[in-house]
């Protein structure tokens, strides 16, 4: 880590050592907020433009990896000073929460590698409030034995998580993105994205929300982006006169997996307005193909629960992917959530357009 970027961190962990102490010390500072706004709209204009080629000659993994460490604390500390604003103006509101994001040898995953505190347990535990002053802590996982259902926040939470030396920390993120990862066809981190949204519903769900809830909104950006790409793009009919009809078949896959998810997200708000009738789907293909009516379901109720998060969690979890696959005929009448198997979307994609190939020969 070069001098400047660890003045850099030193700088964002400082306004996060103000907000702590200052509410620990009943010392609150009106102007603290515009300050911190200020220096971190600089700061990430600053970051974002060390990354563009037309400024700097060369960008290398670990100029990358500097840089989006500073972001991820940055973002630590932003979602702080709003808890520290919303607490200046009602010093009754002591369940608003702290966050620190956590480091695993994986690097920093999804949001389920968060910890927070509440207002509260900070004025009850000086030392456990000590402990989220730096924005990015630690947790040493590797040999650590994730069960089926376990999530990185089930280790972090059995192992525990300490902030260590930032450069020590910074060259774990290192080594996490710069180790060989495999490619990603365009169609794969479609498919990815839409996964990554049905586990952030579940999340959701089976655990406190994490500061403002922008899922249904993130995932209609996304959604009017890529419903015409692959409406328009994708027409089954197509695959007749292909080169290699497999990735229309892919094509095909990913617009049904899209639709699952806008009815998915579209049935979480409801449900958050209230109706707990609304349900959770995973559309089902089957070794003959896709069928009307095949779909499993579960109540979102039934992810909401306070006093069995992990294993409700865990049941979402069984969602996360918008298309299963059961090896039998879809006129086998019974089939069951334990049935399907979530395949990766070249083999389902092999296997639609089997089935594809077939019935036109038929």
Same mark, same amino acid.
């Given at each position: 880590?070069?001098?400047? +970027? ?5 700088? +964002?962990?400082?306004?996060? !050592? +103000? ?15 515009? /300050? ?33 460490? =500073? ?7 932003? =979602? ?19 966050? %620190?994001?956590?480091?695993?040898? !994986? ?17 009850? @535990? ?21 069960? /089926? ?7 972090? $939470? ?20 710069? &180790?060989? +990862?495999?490619? #990603?066809?365009?169609? /794969?981190?479609?498919?990815?994205? #839409? ?12 655990? $406190?929300?994490?500061? /403002?809830?922008? *899922? ?24 007749? @006169?292909?080169?290699?009809?497999? #990735? ?28 707990? &009738?609304?349900?959770? $789907?995973?559309?089902? *293909? ?15 109720? !039934? #992810? ?13 979890? %069984? ?44």
């Amino acid at each position: 880590m070069n001098n400047i +970027v660890r003045a850099m961190f030193d700088k +964002v962990q400082y306004y996060n !050592d +103000v907000v702590i102490n200052n509410i620990s010390d009943a010392d609150l500072e009106e102007n603290l907020v515009q /300050e911190y706004r200020q220096f971190s709209d600089i700061l990430l204009h600053i970051l974002h433009t060390s990354l563009e080629p037309i400024i700097v000659d060369e960008v290398t993994a670990e100029d990358k990896a500097e840089t989006q460490f =500073m972001l991820y604390a940055l973002r630590m500390v932003s =979602m702080n000073i709003k808890t520290y604003e919303a607490y200046l103006q009602d010093t009754s509101k002591t369940d608003l929460r702290i966050y %620190r994001h956590v480091l695993t040898k !994986d690097g920093f995953g999804t949001n389920d590698q968060w910890e927070s505190i509440t207002i509260k347990d900070m004025l009850d @535990d000086h030392n456990l409030a000590t402990a989220f002053i730096s924005p990015i802590a630690f947790c040493d996982d590797s040999e650590y034995v994730y069960a /089926e259902d376990a999530s990185k926040q089930d280790a972090i $939470k059995e192992l525990g998580a300490k902030a260590i030396n930032v450069s020590q920390m910074l060259q774990i993120y290192v080594d996490s993105i710069v &180790k060989p +990862v495999p490619f #990603l066809t365009l169609h /794969e981190q479609i498919f990815q994205k #839409l996964n990554l949204f049905n586990d952030k519903i579940s999340f959701n769900l089976s655990y $406190k929300s994490k500061g /403002e809830d922008t *899922l249904y909104e993130d995932f209609y950006t996304f959604y009017n982006g890529m419903y015409p790409v692959l409406r328009n793009t994708y027409n089954y009919d197509a695959i007749k @006169d292909q080169p290699n009809p497999s #990735l229309y078949a892919e094509g095909a896959i990913l617009f049904q997996a899209l639709l699952a998810v806008k009815d998915n997200v579209d049935n979480y708000k409801l449900f958050l307005e209230g109706n707990n &009738k609304a349900e959770m $789907k995973k559309i089902i *293909l089957f070794a003959n193909g896709f069928h009307s009516d095949g779909k499993l379901s579960m109540k979102f109720a !039934d #992810l909401k629960n306070e006093t069995e998060s992990k294993k409700a969690y865990a049941t979402g979890r %069984r969602f996360k992917q918008p298309v299963g696959f059961i090896d039998a005929d879809s006129s086998e009448e019974d089939f069951t959530a334990n049935d399907f198997q979530d395949l990766e979307l070249t083999q389902l994609a092999r296997i639609f357009e089997k089935v594809e190939r077939a019935e036109r020969e038929d």
